[in-house]
Each structure stands twice: as structure tokens, then as C-alpha cells.
């Protein structure tokens, strides 16, 4: 009997710092979605494509959902439940280790999505993510108990995403429920992303990774060369990438550049080594800091910079 192909949109979803880019990446063997300890990293719902001969899945990597104040806040919150609209299925990642520990925080932070992801009418899959953090395992019991309370008829899936524990079994039930049709995408394109806003984001994930506090989330990355040249002689030659870091403030500034620009070196060289594995030829990265006092609020620059779509 022949197996019906499948094609779909699974949004995944969930607070911050869930480990939702952590998934992505994992079920695409490649990273494409940027990673940090920080929460609130992902500010576009990014698009990964998983390709096998019974399907293709495209996955939207949304903003986490919280309940920051800011224009900025507001913005990608929208993006968050925008994808709902796009998709077939909806996979709601949540913190096994946070709410083991902090049980009030379910209450507060989860049970609140409950209705939203119901009202959808979507088929609901729930990745209780990081379950290899906790010790004892029994301890997992109660939060299985509430999420099948807040979330009737949707199906639990303790995972580590880190790991890849429980991830084969979640993808193979959600793709069972997406829509029978061919392929839309190449078998070898991950993204519908362009290779710009990849390298945008990571030099972005650098400034998470390296900057203190509460810097990275007033920092904006913005793309302003990009120059391929030919090849010469069957060899690519040196991609010319220039890109600005945007800043919020002036003192924001010396920050970033860091003393005697090591700060900014170091920032440069990091994202530089992954573009070139990215883009699979040398790269020449120039990066600049500018001040744009207030950005986060300022609506005509975030729609400009796409953020939020």
C-alpha cells in the first residue's frame, strides 16, 4: 500500500526560553535559529523546512509568548499567534525543569495559553521539553496531571530537544496529522529565510551570547553590504558582508565596541567563523555600531527592520 505524501505548517510555540530554536535545529540537523540562555531571543517567526520521502514539514520558530510591555513586546507577541494562522498544527513547548520547580508559574504563565490554542481548532501536540534536567523523574507526574487538565485531548510528549530524547516520536505523530500533498520546496532548501537575515541573526546570537544584562535586547542587527563576487577559477571567492549594530542608547555604544574594540573583535570573529560554514566560503565581515535613541518604540523602524512580521 502506498503511503500518501504529506506537506504542512506546524507553528511551534511556548513561553521563552522553552527551547523552541533548540527543537528547530535539532529536527533539522543544521542550526538555523539562533540559541541563548537568554529568553526572548527568536524576534521572527522563522521558517524551517524538514524534507523526508513522506513529507515536508515546515516549521514557524515564533517569539515566545509572554507579557512584556514596549511596542516591541507587542509586536512579537502578534508574530507568536500570527502563526497559528499559517499552520496545520501547533506544538507548544514548555519548561519541564522551571515548572517542576516553580509549580505557580504553570498557573500563571501556561495556563493562560490553554484557550487561545484551543480556539484555534488546530491539532494540538504538547513537548514537555528538558525532561533530562529533572531529578528524580517522578517528579515529572504533577506537571503531566496539569497539562492534561489545561490542555484536554492534546497529546503530552516528554522530549529533551538538547538531547534529541523523544523527538523522533513527536514528529512522526505530528506529521500524521498534516494535510496529504507533494512537496512545495526543494528537498535541499532548510528555510525559506534568506541567507541575509540568517547572517543578521548571527551576528545577533553573538551579541546575546557575549553582552551582559539586559544589552542584547536593544541591540538590532541590519544587513547594508553584501557583495558575492565570482569565482575565480572554480574557486569561491571572499563573500563582503558589512552589517550595523544598532543601539538604544549613546552609552550603549562603548559598551558593544567594548575596550580598544575587543568587545566588538571578539563579536566579529565569532559570527564571521559561522558565516563561513553558512555560507560554505571565506567572509569578510565588517561590523559598525550606531546610536538610534529608543528604537524598540519607535513603529516606522521595527516595521522597517521587519520586525514582528
Known sequence: M????????????????????TLLNHVLGQKLAIVSPKPQTTRNAISGILTTEQAQVVFLDTPGVHRMAGRMN??????????????????????????????HL???????????VRRSGLPVFIAV????????????LP????????????????????????VDLLLAEVTKVLPEGPAQYPEDQLSTASLR???????????????????????????ETWEEPEPVDGKAGAMRIAAAIHVARASHKGMVIGKGGQMLKKIGTLARIELEVLMERPVQLELWVRVREDWTEDPGFLSEMGLGE
Open 2 to 21: 502506498t503511503i500518501a505524501h504529506r506537506f504542512g505548517h506546524v507553528a511551534l510555540m511556548g513561553p521563552p526560553n522553552a527551547g523552541k530554536s
Open 197 to 223: 537575515f540568517l547572517a543578521a541573526e548571527t551576528i545577533r546570537e553573538k551579541l546575546f551570547l557575549e553582552l551582559e544584562q539586559e544589552l542584547p535586547y536593544n541591540t538590532l542587527v541590519e544587513i
Open 74 to 103: 507587542r509586536l512579537l507577541l502578534q508574530a507568536a499567534w500570527g502563526a497559528l494562522h499559517q499552520a496545520d498544527a501547533v506544538v507548544l513547548i514548555l519548561d519541564a525543569q522551571l515548572y517542576t520547580g516553580k509549580a
Open 143 to 166: 506537571l503531566l496531571g496539569k497539562i492534561g487538565q489545561a490542555f484536554p485531548g492534546a497529546e503530552i510528549f516528554p522530549i529533551s530537544a538538547a538531547t534529541g530524547d523523544g
Open 106 to 116: 504553570f498557573d500563571r504563565e501556561i495556563c493562560p495559553l490553554s484557550d487561545p
Open 129 to 140: 521539553n528538558k525532561v533530562d534536567m529533572v531529578r528524580p523523574k517522578p517528579k515529572l
